[in-house]
Structures are given as C-alpha cells and as structure tokens.
C-alpha cells in the first residue's frame, strides 16, 4: 500500500521519455489517484494518532457523545471509532 503513490510517480517519468500524450494523460491520471489515496492514507494516520491518544488519556474504547463504552465488536471493525452505534447512526440520520 505504502509504496502505490511511489510506483505511479515513476511511471509519469517513464511515459515522458516514451511518447504519446495519450499515455502521458494515463499516467498523470493514474498520479492524480494515487494523489487521492494518499490523502486518505493520512486521513486515516490521522484517525490513528487520535485513536493513540486517546488511549494515552484512558478514553479508548469510550462513545465520545454518550460515554458509554463502545461495542468490542465495533472496534475490531474499526478500531479508530470514536462513537458508539446507537451515536453514530444518529449522526448520519441528521
Ligand atoms: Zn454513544
């Protein structure tokens, strides 16, 4: 996963010693996208850190809304979540 942005880096310097625009145009798309996910990846580091601090500051694994502590089961899904259930479905209904 690490190394995707790298390998599509290299691939816009080695269509430009080829050719076509057209490949060109693929490789920077393919660039652009691997631009994409990399924001992601660090939005993701990002949940990460808090997820550490938190559990520095004793409050992982506690529902950020309500205190209540957040299902096990939840947390091996995603183990960054900050809320409960019960919290974050009332999120996305509002
Ligand atoms: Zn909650």
Do not use: H, W
């Not at 949940?47 to 601090?53: G, R």
């Amino acid at each position: 996963m690490v190394a995707t942005s790298e390998e599509s880096a290299a691939v816009v310097e080695l269509d430009q010693s080829k050719v076509g625009r057209l490949s060109r145009m693929d490789a920077m798309q393919a660039q652009a996208m691997a631009k994409a996910s990399g924001q992601r990846r660090e939005a993701v580091l990002r949940n990460i850190e808090a997820a550490l601090k938190r559990i520095d500051d004793g409050e992982y694994g506690l529902c950020r809304d309500c205190d209540e502590s957040i299902n096990p089961k939840r947390l091996e899904f995603d183990p960054t979540a900050l809320r409960c259930i019960e919290c974050e479905s009332k999120r996305e209904d509002s």
